[in-house]
């Protein structure tokens, strides 16, 4: 006879987490404070790094410094934002969802459900991302809207989400809208079964991901451990800071495929190129001092 399922020690804290308790209330408590604690605090390490010269080599735009009022302006306007407009969109998540079947209770999915749903989530955020923000460009949208986000041509970490309203939520609306999709399409129009609906707690793990990706890409730290050094295909700080920089192309946030496709990163390459051919300049100049100061 097969043995009932044991929950274990975090789905046992889960459950006791709503039992007598608004789903509702709980779920967007724990999701705002945890979306608090993950976006200030991977920010941290950047703001510690900023205090290391050893690592001002990994700048990208080291000519350009931020002060501690660009930083305290920067907390003042996210706040705004996280607490008037990104809130609702994670309290009102919850009884959506649930309308259209999402599984808030234990137990939790297994990891072989839950990286391919990340992966899913990632490509159709990145896909919606890339389109929104081109057309954030546009110059109305860009006049009275995205300008704001493009305050810091030197963008550091908590800037990610230094925007305007209107922005934060469409924005917004794709870290969620794949999600849901992708909940649609296999539950009501494939119908894979319930091992494969979405869960609440795939949902806060995708906002932990999404977070420190965003965070990261507005990092201007470019390390030899960044993660595109090892996933060609990442785009990370090293690809978005050209976007602050020079307020054009790169526009998509995790991948690099949409704007090589779509052209979009024709000024970026070109940069890297000069960058690359300065440095082997600057190299053998220096190489050419040394042999010149042997041969003294």
């Known amino acids: 006879m097969e ?15 709503y039992k007598g308790r608004n789903p509702m209330l709980v779920t967007g408590v724990f999701a705002f404070a945890i979306h608090e604690v993950i976006y200030f605090g ?4 950047f703001l510690l790094a900023d205090q290391i010269p050893q690592l001002r080599q990994y700048k990208l735009q080291p ?11 920067c907390t ?29 209770s234990a137990p939790f999915p297994s990891w072989y459900q839950i990286i391919p749903q990340l992966v899913v989530f990632l490509i159709l955020e990145d ?10 460009h546009t110059p109305f949208m860009y006049r009275y809207v995205h300008r704001i986000h493009h305050e810091y041509a030197a963008p550091f970490g908590i800037a990610a989400e230094y925007a305007h309203p209107i922005e934060t939520l469409i924005l917004g609306f794709g870290t969620i809208g794949g999600p849901l999709a992708y909940h649609i399409t296999t539950h009501f129009i494939l119908q ?33 451990w960044s993660l595109h050094h090892w996933l060609p295909f990442w785009a990370g700080a090293e690809h ?26 024709i000024k970026y390459r070109a940069y890297r190129r000069q960058q690359r051919e300065r440095i082997r300049q600057q190299q053998q100049q220096n190489s050419g001092a040394i042999r010149t100061g042997d041969a003294a």
């Open 3 to 17: 043995q009932p399922y044991q929950l274990n020690w975090f789905e046992i804290v889960w459950e006791s987490m």
């Open 42 to 45: 991977r920010f941290l390490p």
């Open 63 to 73: 000519h350009k410094r931020n002060s501690g009022l660009d930083y305290w302006k």
């Open 76 to 104: 003042k306007r996210v706040l705004y934002c996280h607490l008037l407009f990104e809130s609702p969109l994670i309290f009102f998540f919850h009884p959506g969802a649930t309308l259209l079947g999402m599984r808030i």
């Open 127 to 136: 896909f919606y991302h890339y389109h929104v923000h081109r057309f954030m």
């Open 192 to 224: 894979w079964g319930p091992d494969w609906d979405l869960h609440m707690t795939t949902m806060i793990l995708w906002m932990i991901l999404r977070l420190h990706q965003v965070v990261d890409a507005h990092s201007g730290y470019d390390f030899p």
């Open 240 to 265: 978005h800071d050209y976007h602050h920089q020079s307020y054009v192309g790169n526009y998509a946030s995790s991948f690099r495929w949409w704007d090589y496709l779509f052209g979009t990163d």
